[in-house]
């Protein structure tokens, strides 16, 4: 089992950057593909990025390509998403989430396990 603990979400202006951070527990963490969900009240779990056991392939929503960044530090049990160019349409929850399968996806209902979630909030 992994348990998941994220971190680094707060306040920012548009325009501004943010890194969340997802601690991992769990002597597996190498064998899970990991992903980056967000929900804004009222709305659906969205995608917003994945990256698979070695780090070498990642998948991101359109509404964050070219200004999100995933990545995982496999030593350290941790999975980053930099946040750039942050919109007021950003503001959510952000999730953390644990898949273990070999490939990639984007469905919210193939993860295993989830973290509380950390919020990010983008000003105008």
């Known amino acids: 089992q992994v348990q998941l603990a994220e971190s680094g979400g707060g306040l920012v202006q548009a325009g501004g950057s943010l890194r969340l951070s997802c601690a991992a527990s769990?002597?597996?963490?190498?064998?899970?593909?990991m992903g980056w969900f967000r929900q804004a009240p009222g709305k659906e779990r969205e995608f917003v990025a994945a990256i698979n056991w070695t780090g070498g392939i990642t998948d991101y929503a359109d509404s964050v390509k070219g200004r999100f960044t995933i990545s995982r530090n496999n030593d350290q049990n941790t999975v980053y998403l930099q946040m750039n160019s942050l919109k007021p349409e950003d503001t959510a929850v952000y999730y953390c989430?644990?898949?273990?399968?070999?490939?990639?996806?984007?469905?919210?209902?193939?993860?295993?396990?989830w973290g509380q979630g950390t919020q990010v909030t983008v000003s105008s």
């Open positions: 989430a644990a898949d273990r399968q070999v490939f990639l996806g984007r469905d919210p209902s193939r993860y295993d396990y």
């Open positions: 769990g002597r597996a963490f190498r064998s899970y593909v």
